[in-house]
């Protein structure tokens, strides 16, 4: 085992610390909504519940791809692990996928977090290729 000579600096450590509770957000907000929990159901509406009741359970699916392998991914930066990147990257698809899907379907009402969601995992990406580059992970 041979330990990294790149260190990285500050920030590197303040994105990823950053990046861990972004994806334990989302994978509170999956497990509130796979599970319906009491307090995740009181943060939405009738009608909200509704939709996101009736959503294919493959799109639930790529929800905890997404969150999962983000928050591995993250934890991966943490650890200045190669292999963040690759997770993060299954993470950002699952992203896509799921987003894809809300907006064409016409559900706009939270454009801002679906947006928000979509430019974080696109920068996780591009951290992490930038990370393995400047020699910060391995």
């Known amino acids: 085992m041979t330990a990294n000579s790149n ?3 500050i920030w590197f450590w303040i994105v ?31 009608e909200q519940f509704e939709t996101i009741s009736n959503m294919p359970s493959w799109l639930t699916a790529a929800f905890a791809i997404a969150v999962f392998s983000g928050i591995l991914g993250s934890l991966g930066l943490l ?4 292999w963040a990147n690759l997770l ?4 950002l698809i699952a992203v896509m996928v799921q987003m894809g899907y809300v907006l064409i379907q016409g559900h706009f009402e939270g454009i801002g977090m679906t947006i928000s969601i979509i430019v974080f995992a696109i920068f996780l990406v591009w951290f992490s ?3 393995i580059s400047k020699g910060w992970i391995s």
């Open 16 to 46: 990823s610390v950053i990046a861990i509770l972004w994806n334990a957000m989302g994978v509170d907000q999956y497990i509130g909504q796979a599970y319906k929990t009491e307090r995740w159901r009181s943060a939405i509406t009738d």
């Open 88 to 91: 993060l990257i299954i993470s």
């Open 79 to 82: 650890l200045r692990k190669k």
């Open 129 to 131: 290729k930038k990370s």
């Open 7 to 9: 260190k990285p600096p």
